[in-house]
């Protein structure tokens, strides 16, 4: 296989370096890690069964606040879409109002019976009053 070189000088092929790959150490973030909890001296006889149900607790917790994360997002997701639907409902109720005060004001009602042949009345009406 053919080596990675880096060419100094252009097309001078005598000034030819091989590129070497940066060096680690061992001193990653996670090795120093390791170094510090020293888990290695947990496991030389084994997996310690003792913390078992300790380790499944706590993953059981995490499972649950997780799920409870889901579920009050989704909640809150469900509100946001519920007010935005009340506040279009409420915008066409007050339209649907106005135009309905609108048509049942006197002069607007007179108007559109006037095609029927109706007509407005002129003389305002009176009270029959009956004696014993």
């Known amino acids: 296989m053919a080596e990675n ?24 973030m996670f090795s120093g890690l390791e170094k ?49 639907e009340v506040e279009d409902l409420r915008a066409d109720f007050t339209t649907l109002k106005s135009d309905v005060m609108f048509a049942s004001k006197q002069s607007e009602v007179a108007r559109r019976v006037k095609s029927l042949g109706l007509k407005e009345s002129l003389t305002p009406p009176f009270k029959i009053v009956v004696k014993d």
């Open 36 to 84: 510090r909890l020293k888990l290695e001296s947990y496991f030389e006889e084994g997996f310690p069964v003792q913390y078992l149900p300790k380790i499944l607790f706590v993953m059981l917790l995490s499972l649950i606040y997780i799920s409870n994360t889901h579920y009050a997002e989704r909640t809150t997701r469900q509100i946001d879409r519920a007010q935005t």
């Open 5 to 28: 070189k880096f060419k100094i000088g252009g097309a001078d092929r005598t000034n030819e370096q091989k590129v070497k790959a940066p060096v680690n150490n061992g001193k990653s």
